[in-house]
Each structure stands twice: as C-alpha cells, then as structure tokens.
C-alpha cells in the first residue's frame, strides 16, 4: 500500500528496489495512480492493482509476477 504511517510508500520501494533490483513488486492501494506519478517518483512496479480489484484478478496478478 501507499499509505504508511511512517513514510510513504513510495519512498519505502525506492529503499526497496536499491536493495535488491530484482524483486517483484506489487502495489495494491486505493488511491488513483497515474503513469505520470509513478515515473515521477521514479517506481516501477511490477503490476498496480486497485483495491476494489475481485480475488481472481489479485491472484492473476500475483501469479504474472511470478513466473
């Protein structure tokens, strides 16, 4: 999610992808996220899935990830 109560989400994956460039990652959050926020905040996820997104849509995501 985007929304940490210590530091923001975005910050945390920049943490996350200078340690370790390979790992997927996943954003799940309620908030609209534009292409243009993402690559303003230089973050390039893996997939961007909403919150309102259905179970089957969450594990398709995950399992694209993972292959």
Do not use: C, W, Y
């Not at 989400?9 to 926020?37: A, E, M």
């Not at 089957?56 to 292959?67: C, F, H, S, T, W």
């Amino acid at each position: 999610d985007l929304d940490l109560p210590v530091m923001s989400g975005f910050d945390f994956l920049k943490i996350l992808r200078k340690r370790d460039k390979q790992i997927p990652i996943i954003i799940l959050t309620s908030q609209k996220v534009s292409p243009d926020l993402l690559s303003e905040h230089k973050i390039n996820p893996d997939q961007l899935i909403s919150k309102e997104s259905t179970m089957p849509e969450i594990i398709d995501a995950i399992e694209r990830v993972l292959k």
